[in-house]
Structures are given as structure tokens and as C-alpha cells.
């Protein structure tokens, strides 16, 4: 039985708020294209609505949002006219939907750095960037981590000036994280980096390239001093200094970087940089903020649905991710546009008690707006009466 297709305007007034911002790049974004000569089920816009709806509800599986689509009437006006089969949907995600959804982030991304407040300016463009490890089941060949687990791994770009993701890849669980943090961030910005990104050779790269980095690295690492700057009195910092890091011969590097080093809670902290701009307790600050980003992994993770896998493929994955990231940076845009803050659960709870308040509403004008067909009146049958008839004797 085809899903009934609702008119536009029946979408509740918050989520067309917090989708506003879709509606200028839509026009603009790469359309979804069939591999065959079978026209597809649902168009680009119609996936996105449908994937940010997962996000933002309280779905625990793939199957449960089909099931939403057939049945909840406010979740039917975002199924294609003709309904949307199980077997669609699996298939349109598992194969297709990669590019046009890159499009849509990266262009969202944009609009949404440009419309939050940037914090931390005077400590210049700050990308921190990690890898996430997903769990993966074993059907997911591509997948690679170990003999008896399957994992996949994010590795993300998040601009800690404004809190937004900013870029992302996806590889393979045991895929190496160096290398892309090239990839990630561009020249004049600043990458953070926990320490498993430490490597000599990159450092000297990356100076080259003009891209800069504040690095935690091992604190067993050979220093050679090449100058040392002043410390401040009564200061957390206990060392600065420009140094070669590494074993001469074996993986010094070519190039000198700074080294800062400084206690927190009686734990020693060493952290290379190429930015001698900084005042010493300014490097240890932006190292701090690189928590930023685990603290944005738990939290997506936790509350956007992201890692209930619906897709067993890598494109698959990637449609997920990228809808759900695309769905944060919505919610981040909508958040500062309507209560000036940045994202938070209590406001994400609010907005679905909001849509689903909202559309209730809208069905109960809807119904009372809807003419009530009366019987038509119709004269009382009259019981006929039957003829005495006389006896004949």
C-alpha cells in the first residue's frame, strides 16, 4: 500500500527551522543517480530529511526508522510518495548517497563556521584531530583490526574555534593515523595532536608544507637544546626551549622545534610546536583544548544514534556518519540561532518534545478542519398493513 504523501507544510515549523540552513545547498548538491535503468526509489533530499530524522529521534536500528516511515504519520511525509521498501533504503545507503552527502557537510560546515562565535582567535585556526575507533561485526570484511574483530576508524578534523567537525575519513581499524593529519588540516592552521601522533620526519613536513602543529610527544624522547627561552616565576611551565628531537642519525629531526614543557596535577606534560608566536603557557592552553575532541566523541556518540550500525558496507558507514555529523552541525547552527548556546542533550530532548508537540497540533487542526459527512435523511418506512380477509365457508 503506497505511504500518502504529505504536503511540505505539514512538517512541523521547529524541524523546518533546524533544517533551513540544508535548503540553500540542496539546489546545488550532486543528484543521486540509479546504476541501472530503474529510476530511484527516493531523490537526495528526501535521504537526508529521512537520515537527520533518525539522528535526531530515539531509533535503536535501521529497521526501526522503515518501520516509522510505513506507520507513524508524521514520519510518512519524509518516505518518497510511493512508500519507501526495506529492501530501498538498505540498498540506496550501501551503494550510493557518499558524495552527495560530502557535498552537503562541507558546504554546511562552512555556513555553520561563519554563523557561530569564534573562540580562542588570538591562538590562530585550531584543528584538533583523533581517530574513533566503531565497532564492527564480522560480515565486515573490510573492516580490518584483528583475528576475531572487526573495527572501523574515524579520523576526524574538529575546528576548536567554533566546536564543529570540520573534515573526516574513514579507514579500516588498524589504519595508520599520521597520515592524515596532512589531509586534515591546511596551511596557517594549527593541528593538536595527542602523542600517537608523534614522528620527526612529519614534523619536519609539516613545516615545510606551512601547517602547524602542537604536538604531545613521549617524555623519554631525546632532546638536544639549541636555545632556551626565559620562564615565568611561580608558573606551571619548567621548560622551553628550542630543541632537535629524536637520536642523531636515526630520526632527529631536520628541522628545530619548540618545546614546552609544564605539570598538571603532578603529571609532566611535553609538547612540541612550530609556534614560537605563543607565549609558553598559550601552548600548554591549546594543548588542553584538544580534550575538546574526545569530549565531542563521547557525547555524538552517545546521543545522535551514530554508531547503530544500519550498514555493513563502507559506503554504507560513511552515509551514517556524514548524516549524523551533518546533523550535529544543524543543531549546533539551530542551538545558537534560538537560545545562544552551543549543543547540548537538554536542547536536543526539547527540540523532539517541540516537533512531536507540534505535529500532534497540526493533526488535531487538520482533523478538525476536515468536513464531517452526515447520512442523508431518509423518510421512516411505514409498515404495511395486511388485508383482513373474510373467511369463505
Request: charged residues 25%; aromatic residues 10%.
Amino acid at each position: 500500500m503506497p505511504v500518502k504523501n504529505y504536503p511540505r507544510w505539514c512538517i512541523a515549523p521547529t524541524q523546518k527551522q533546524l533544517l533551513k540552513p540544508v535548503q540553500s545547498i540542496l539546489p546545488t548538491t550532486p543528484p543521486l543517480l540509479s546504476g541501472s535503468n530503474k529510476p530511484l526509489a527516493m531523490n537526495t533530499e528526501e535521504l537526508l530529511n529521512i537520515l537527520t530524522y533518525y539522528h535526531l529521534q530515539d531509533f535503536s536500528s535501521g529497521r526501526e526508522l522503515i518501520q516509522a516511515l510505513q506507520e507513524d504519520d508524521y514520519a510518512k511525509q519524509f518516505a518518497p510518495a510511493d512508500g519507501l521498501k526495506r529492501s530501498t533504503f538498505f540498498d540506496t545507503v550501501n551503494d550510493r548517497g557518499v558524495e552527495q552527502l560530502l557535498y552537503v557537510f562541507t558546504e554546511l560546515q562552512k555556513q555553520a563556521a561563519g554563523a557561530l562565535p569564534s573562540q580562542y582567535s588570538e591562538l590562530g585556526d585550531l584543528v584538533a584531530i583523533d581517530g574513533s575507533l566503531i565497532d564492527s561485526v564480522l560480515s565486515m570484511h573490510w573492516a580490518e583490526y584483528r583475528t576475531n574483530s572487526k573495527k572501523a576508524k574515524l579520523h576526524l578534523g574538529l575546528d576548536l574555534n567554533h566546536g564543529i567537525p570540520r573534515k573526516l575519513f574513514l579507514t579500516e581499524g588498524n589504519g595508520a593515523e599520521r597520515p592524515f593529519v596532512s589531509k586534515i588540516i591546511a596551511p596557517g592552521q594549527t593541528g593538536v595532536l595527542d602523542r600517537g601522533y608523534q614522528a620527526h620526519h612529519l614534523f619536519d613536513q609539516w613545516q615545510l608544507d606551512n601547517c602547524h602543529f602542537v604536538c604531545r610527544i613521549k617524555e623519554s624522547t631525546n632532546k638536544d637544546i639549541l636555545e632556551e627561552f626565559p620562564l615565568q616565576e611561580d608558573s606551571h611551565i619548567f621548560f622551553d626551549a628550542k630543541v632537535l628531537l629524536g637520536t642523531p642519525n636515526v630520526n632527529q629531526t631536520n628541522k628545530p622545534v619548540r618545546l614546552v614543557g609544564y605539570v598538571i596535577d603532578d603529571k609532566q606534560y611535553w609538547v612540541a610546536t612550530d609556534r614560537y608566536d605563543l607565549t609558553a603557557e598559550q601552548v600548554a592552553l591549546v594543548y588542553k583544548l584538544r580534550w575538546d575532541v574526545e569530549s565531542f566523541f563521547a557525547w555524538w556518540k552517545r546521543h545522535l544514534n551514530v554508531y547503530h550500525l544500519f550498514a555493513r558496507s563502507k559506503n554504507g558507514l560513511m552515509v551514517q556518519i556524514l548524516s549524523g555529523l551533518i546533523t550535529y552541525l544543524l543543531l549546533a547552527i539551530y542551538c545558537h540561532e534560538q537560545h545562544g548556546e552551543t549543543v547540548s542533550i537538554r536542547r536536543v530532548r526539547e527540540l523532539r518534545h517541540q516537533i512531536r508537540n507540534e505535529a500532534m497540533q497540526q493533526a488535531a487542526e487538520r482533523a478538525a478542519r476536515k468536513p464531517h459527512k452526515s447520512k442523508p435523511k431518509t423518510k421512516p418506512k411505514r409498515r404495511k398493513r395486511l388485508k383482513r380477509s373474510r373467511a369463505i365457508f
